[in-house]
């Protein structure tokens, strides 16, 4: 059974910082993604990795202060967050896909998590 498992969300003010993990489990996944959902609006690409780590993808709104990473030989990714905003609150999901090269498409991911809560109160 794949599965995508989140957690390091939470509830914080504007300014803090926030370390989401993701574990994989079921198979290997050589390009991994962070996704997020606002309520209302669309599920969009927060970052993504490739396999190797070489390759790095970071949507405009959030580069300079979120990074990715991920550990293959324990099947985890990272997404630590800084000097979060009010318009980071979403819903944070992780993403898998097979190919070696990123995509900010989401229908292009094969499997995803369930979903992980980020609040920043102002």
């Known amino acids: 059974q794949v599965q995508l498992v989140e957690s390091g969300g939470g509830l914080v003010q504007a300014g803090d910082s926030l370390r989401l993990s993701c574990v994989a489990s079921?198979?290997?996944?050589?390009?991994m993604g962070w996704f997020r959902q606002a309520p209302g609006k669309e599920r969009g690409i927060v970052a993504a990795?490739?396999?190797?780590?070489?390759?790095?993808y970071y949507a405009d709104s959030v580069k300079g202060r979120f990074t990715i990473s991920r550990d293959n030989a324990n099947d985890t990714v990272y997404l630590q967050m800084n000097s979060l905003k009010p318009e980071d609150t979403a819903v944070y999901y992780c993403a898998g896909r097979s190919s070696n090269y990123y995509t900010t498409y989401p229908g292009a991911y094969d499997n995803w998590g369930q979903g992980t809560q980020v609040t920043v109160s102002s």
């Open positions: 079921g198979r290997t996944f050589r390009t």
């Open positions: 990795i490739a396999w190797s780590g070489a390759s790095i």
